[in-house]
């Protein structure tokens, strides 16, 4: 696989935070979003830009990106956080967009 | 309301071809572009290609610009993906989602799934 890696799993336990990599070569310097997306729906956009948030997604969600990393992190989890999180970059010829493995969030 | 309707549930043999439908309600369509993306049992998300419903200007993924085509029909409002020469990898659920600009998906389908069995 060519696109950028995700860990397979993480978990957290309610009320704290979990922190979601997204790594690649310079991804600093591309743009990334984040997609929350549970078993038999359609994914939801939870990041955009790095660190935009879209209207009716939660403050506890935000994003940053920089240098080999990207990050998403859920302050005080709560269990409908639980779901597969897809990082995704954005590039401008070739493939226009790239999806990370995918990380499993698990609610403890 | 906004949304995003695709068709229903394929079945098909391998070789043959499938063809999803996406409409779009609302001011939805014209300014948009139009993206679809799979997930294989057990998988992650695959990015398939997208489409200008205003120019009918295609962008297929390399893994796909073989046997993916993508099309639209502006005077119902509906992107089409249709997918050729099916193997019984392309066992997927398709969706079709609405880019808010810069490649981020805001508005999804509700998905489709193709299941490819002789």
């Known amino acids: 696989s060519y696109g950028p890696t995700q860990a397979s799993s993480v978990s957290a336990a309610p009320g704290r935070t979990a922190t979601i990599t997204c790594e690649g070569n310079n991804i600093g310097t591309k743009v990334v979003n984040w997609y929350q997306h549970k078993s038999g729906q359609a994914p939801v956009l939870v990041i955009y830009d790095d660190s935009e948030r879209p209207s009716g997604i939660p403050e506890r969600f935000s994003g940053s990106n920089s240098a080999n990393t990207a990050t998403l992190t859920i302050s005080r989890v709560e269990a409908g956080d639980e779901a597969d999180y897809y990082c995704?970059?954005?590039?401008?010829?070739?493939?226009?967009?790239?999806f990370g493995g995918g990380t499993k969030l698990v609610v403890l | 309301q906004v949304q995003l309707v695709q068709s229903g549930t394929e079945v098909a043999k391998p070789g043959a071809s499938v063809k999803v439908s996406c409409k779009a309600s609302?001011?939805?369509?014209?300014?948009?572009?139009i993206h679809w993306v799979r997930q294989a049992p057990g998988q992650g998300l695959e990015w398939m290609g997208r489409?200008?419903?205003?120019?009918?200007?295609?962008h297929p993924a390399q893994y796909f610009q073989d046997r993916v085509t993508l099309t639209r029909d502006t005077s119902i409002h509906t992107a089409y993906l249709e997918v050729r020469s099916l193997r019984f990898d392309d066992t997927a659920l398709y969706f079709c989602?609405?880019?808010?600009?810069?490649?981020?998906?805001?508005?999804w389908g509700q998905g489709t799934l193709v299941t490819v069995s002789s």
């Open positions: 609302g001011n939805t369509f014209s300014g948009y572009y």
């Open positions: 489409i200008s419903p205003d120019s009918g200007d295609t």
């Open positions: 989602a609405r880019d808010q600009g810069a490649n981020n998906f805001d508005l």
């Open positions: 995704q970059v954005s590039y401008t010829r070739g493939d226009l967009v790239i």
